[in-house]
């Protein structure tokens, strides 16, 4: 692609230079290390976006090299530069922030960032035509904003498709470049659909109670299924947005549709408050008061987990493994259906198992990196024995448990034939055998449920099970 005619080439800073925007990622780094200011942004926004900009870089210290640059973008800057012309940063980000980025880059021979006003649109073009003094330029921008500075520029570019706006511009753009476009399926799995199955054990309570005929109850344990997955979508992207610059980094999360670009931040903070405000408000008035609060409780201990609790070693499996009672607290509290202290002393145990089983897994999967997992998690290579003991000491307590159950006395009331149940042991223990085996050779990759879900065994154990309780209930 040629560089252009004009003496001058003028680039801009979010989704152009960067694959990100700061404004955004400034409001990230705000959630990671002062989550309790969030709550004022959209007030100190009424004030403006250069004053909440300013107010964000008092408040927050952005990693200048870990923001991804466009590199086709920079190769392009570069050339120029060796032709020997100038080359400016002109952006609606913050004078400092855009120092910053020039700084990294070394290449620019001015900077122009947003003081008092937003140096944005017609008003960078403004800005730019007096610092210029009226010389031609070249311009590099990414989005519909950029369209009066591509209209003045001798030689227009774009960050992305070119057609989208050709029509309404009036010309052709010089050259474009490259942007990751989101697709269906990067959608699906930023809002991880696929672990919108997990939420199934809302219906654990009414079918354990035997009330899967009762169509009132029914109704509201797959209502609260439903509200449930959408406010952990929600959570889901949060703990994205949280875990960004490691998953950046990360060998395989980098691929992420958010660490990637595929999907852009700003869209990330839009999906996550529209999911939040939507599960929340729909539980508050479709749901009994108790299962809204565990709701609510389900969705700070998750806040929570991404923010802290995840680097606290074992509180932070515990509270994975909360994560998933609680989804049966809700079932029970969504349809009036009481938990029993079996279902619940085997459901910590099991998910407390599977919790140390992720963390076994991501161990032995990043023992070659001899570092703590992402930089995050407070476990090591030599925590590998200890999580693999404590996984399957768990896992055999809970079959310990689900053995007094079946030999206990409530067992025959609930049953028509409840020696038939004891053939749910011998397919747990294998099932349970089969996991730890795998995760100790490297086979298991992810979180251990979702990867069951792909699993035919897994998934032919599971069935069985439901299909020996079922067919044996009264």
């Not at 439903?226 to 980094?249: E, G, H, K």
């Not at 459901?347 to 990043?366: C, D, G, N, P, Q």
Request: proline share 4%.
């Amino acid at each position: 692609m040629s560089t252009g005619a004009a003496s001058t080439l003028v680039v801009d800073l979010d989704g152009t230079l960067l694959r990100t925007d700061v404004l955004w990622e400034a409001i990230s780094e705000l959630a990671r290390r002062k989550p309790w200011l969030l709550l004022l942004v959209p007030f100190v926004a009424l004030g403006g976006r250069p004053r909440l900009k300013r107010w964000l870089a008092r408040q927050v210290q952005l990693d200048w090299n870990a923001l991804p640059l466009n590199d086709e973008v920079l190769a392009f800057i570069r050339a120029a530069k060796a032709q020997g012309r100038t080359v400016i940063l002109a952006t609606a980000a913050v004078q400092p922030w855009a120092t910053a980025i020039a700084e990294r880059v070394g290449c620019f021979d001015s900077v122009i960032g947003t003081r008092q006003t937003n140096l944005s649109g017609s008003a960078k073009l403004e800005h730019l035509r007096r610092y210029l003094d009226g010389a031609p330029f070249d311009y590099i921008g990414d989005r519909g904003v950029d369209i009066p500075l591509w209209r003045a520029a001798e030689r227009a570019y774009i960050v992305g498709d070119a057609s989208r706006y050709e029509r309404s511009l009036g010309k052709s753009f010089a050259g474009s470049f490259a942007r990751p476009i989101a697709r269906f399926r990067d959608w699906r799995s930023f809002l991880r659909l696929h672990h919108w199955s997990k939420n199934l054990l809302v219906l654990v309570p009414i079918a354990l109670a035997h009330r899967l005929s009762d169509g009132s109850a029914l109704l509201h344990a797959v209502l609260a299924a439903i509200l449930l997955s959408i406010v952990a979508s929600a959570l889901y992207i949060f703990n994205d947005v949280v875990d960004l610059p490691s998953d950046r980094i990360h060998p395989r999360k980098r691929q992420r549709p958010l660490a990637r670009g595929a999907i852009s931040l700003q869209s990330a903070w839009i999906a996550l408050t529209l999911s939040l405000a939507v599960g929340m408000i729909a539980a508050i008035t479709l749901l009994p008061l108790e299962a809204f609060a565990l709701l609510a409780l389900y969705g700070v201990g998750s806040a929570a987990y991404s923010l802290l609790l995840k680097r606290i070693a074992l509180v932070d499996v515990l509270v994975l493994a909360g994560l998933y009672v609680l989804r049966l607290a809700i079932g029970g509290a969504a349809t009036h259906t009481e938990l029993s202290p079996w279902l619940l002393g085997f459901a910590l145990l099991f998910f407390t198992s599977l919790a140390l089983l992720k963390r076994h897994t991501e161990v032995i999967h990043l023992r070659a990196n001899n570092a703590s997992i992402e930089q995050q998690r407070p476990y090591t290579e030599r925590d590998e024995p200890f999580l693999l003991a404590m996984g399957i000491g768990t896992a055999m307590a809970a079959v310990v448990i689900l053995i007094l159950y079946l030999a206990s006395d409530r067992v025959r009331t609930l049953y028509t034939h409840p020696d038939a149940l004891w053939l749910i042991l011998p397919l747990m223990l294998w099932w349970l055998m089969r996991m730890w085996r795998s995760s100790v050779r490297g086979e298991l990759e992810g979180d251990p449920l979702s990867a069951a879900l792909g699993d035919p065994w897994s998934l032919a154990v599971g069935a069985t099970i439901a299909a020996i309780v079922l067919i044996v209930a009264r």
